[in-house]
């Protein structure tokens, strides 16, 4: 079989597009509703998808008075979801930041087992200055701290994932031993940022580790994910810049002794799919004209810096307002906006409707057969192995491309029509890991 | 109606008895199959229990050679089972000692969500010394110390889950208004143990709080209880000691100006139930033999101090040896295993056979009407306000239960035949609070 894509729905609740919840088609009302994310999982795991994917972070957004920017707790959501499926993968988003490693490993390993190797987790040290002052820290650790601190905080919980190793559970009542404990091992890791002795209080989850995901897009982040990730979501404008981070990531990946095809890249697509281009076109138009400015300036002050409040909406960009900063530098999200107003030179209302379709996301709109083709485009042409589908609203901007765009896929080849495995590593086409303990005591019994 | 009795079952992966994964009736197996823990969830609901108990703590627990001592994380795990189940309260044991409050709040008032208000808060200050190396501590803090971030804890996570008042979301699309931010609160706690800015990421969930449990009975367990408890799980082993408990909490209560009505006092029972007396002990003297010295010591050692490795199993108890330890003074654990010693004068193996079948709690060895007797002895002599039910070994030992016990409690109008209510707040007959800041608001307006 020809090389196939790999895509998730990136559940938001009231949909991507930041005035998705004002949309006549969705229905706000269920944003913590669980039924509503379990409908939206099976209907994912109908179209075959290869796993649902939710973000987070743990502070409350500013502004919400204008839209839905809160969540479910993602852990306790996928394990609920874990029982109301019973193929498609479920991956949730964990900060390094503001998660001891220890209570992560444990959450992680508990879904993969309830969710029978399905979990995976999106890695983040999360950006948000607000959370520091929710976990008793004065100032937000900078960008390269959380960066240190996550690589110290993967080698930690891969351990304790590897704790157990995979035949440490004897369980034999006559002779009475539940657990071979020479199998079940100490971690004993003290380091700079941590000190865990281990072993995890559970067996060795179905698939070893949850899969690894990642979304920085950074120096730090793409050296990070070139040790670590196994799927990276990524943002990007336009082909050439996922070509480069594609090629880039790939490459890295090689640099560091991996296997480029253990590492899914998946850039983000919002589409806005018309049965004409002009119904398209229209489509996109309602959603914008549904933004509020007061909501919009925010998402672009907390991106750039930058309050344009009280500056004309209509009125170019200004550019040279943007203040250095060392920090947001390297922040992903802030480069991708100085590249849309450099290449578009777009005005403040062009700008916030740019980011308002699904914050700083890919996103085309079009027929059935264009949204088809640019995915093959993008896939075909080194800038992506699948994509994280970003529908606009909940339900039917996800119903509109699983009734007319995947179709077009599978006709051409590109997309499966059944699971051929059980697990999200299974889906994405990834070995799973050799347990660390294991592997050291096959080198000691060689030597 | 009369008064009626509150059952929970106590899960307890393998049975409460420390040999109960070794009984012909268990599936040790399903030891991590959360579809063993949906079907005991779905069980209870059809008996109409209040709740499902899951204890809990954040690291393995010593010996596990012998015994099946470790369990799913317990708030994926009760997500799962609201995905299962739609009346059953659903309860987690969480640490105040080793997570984060912004976390255990977000992480309870998800699961409240998710399992439309059957949420309950076990909250314990972990005694296992073993954790604080899993989270970067050299010592365990000391008993005292615990209880005095408890404190706190309690009142950063109380004032998170009322930061959203009730008509905080607005969802309106036609004025682009999602949620009124005059009703969403920052907390701003600064504190000796915790500094929490606040607000929660969640609206607030449909009990208000998780329903408070707590399971202490040290001196400070008691002091806390009185203060937050709305139900307390228990052991005691005469109905004398659970009459002392009862009468002292309950006035407790009443001296911090609550009412007593709303701490529900729920002892521990491990029923070995048989259809004559002789059957019953049998069944238990079966179990007995079933236990493993090497296990049942370090059991003993962890509650006592004491390693009695090389002694006589069958020569009295060396309770002299006893070392006095200001810390372990103070864990209720400990108080009743010399009360057993000091009441009883066991031999060590006897000693071992009482902690065996339920690690100190109450065991009862009869047929159904004995059980039930007792039951109905303390429930109507001012001890209990119903139990937690903790089979020896699952699923058998729920089942007998359920089907013998239970119908002599309900012919004698003890228990429900039918839930009445929706909630865990419902079923245990407790009110759901009031907002802390619409209290506060209200009161600024009657001003």
Redesign the interface.
Known sequence: MSRQLHLNLFIYPGGHHE?G????G?D??R????SNY?ELARKAEAAKFDAVFFAD?????DN?????R????P???I??????TSRIGLIATASTT???P??LA??F???D??SQGRAGWNIVTTGAA?AA????LEAHPLHADRYGRAHEYLEVVTKLWDSWEDEALV?D?ES??????SR?HTIDHTGQH??????????RSPQGRPVYVQAGSSEDGRHFAALYAEAIFTAHQTLASAQEFYADIKSRAQGVGRNPDHIKVLPGISPYIGSTTAEAQALHDEFNS?T?PAYSLDVLKRMTGLDLSGHDLDGPFPRHLIAPDPDRAEASRFKLVLDIVDREKPTIRQLMHRIAGARGHWVVVGTPEKIADEIQTWFEGGAADGFNVMPPWLHGGFDAFVEHVLPILRKRGLFRDEYSGRTLRDHFGLPRPENLFTARRNISAAE
């Open positions: 005035a919840w004002r949309y006549k969705s706000p009302h944003t913590v509703d669980i379990q972070g743990p502070a409350l957004a919400i008075r204008y839209a839905s809160f969540r479910l707790e852990l306790t959501t394990a609920a979801l874990a029982a109301a503001y998660t001891e220890y209570n444990r959450l390993a508990s879904v087992h309830i607000q002052q929710n976990f008793g369980i009542p009475g031993i539940f657990a071979d404990d079940i941590f000190s865990v002795k281990g072993p995890l209080n559970l067996p549904l509020q």
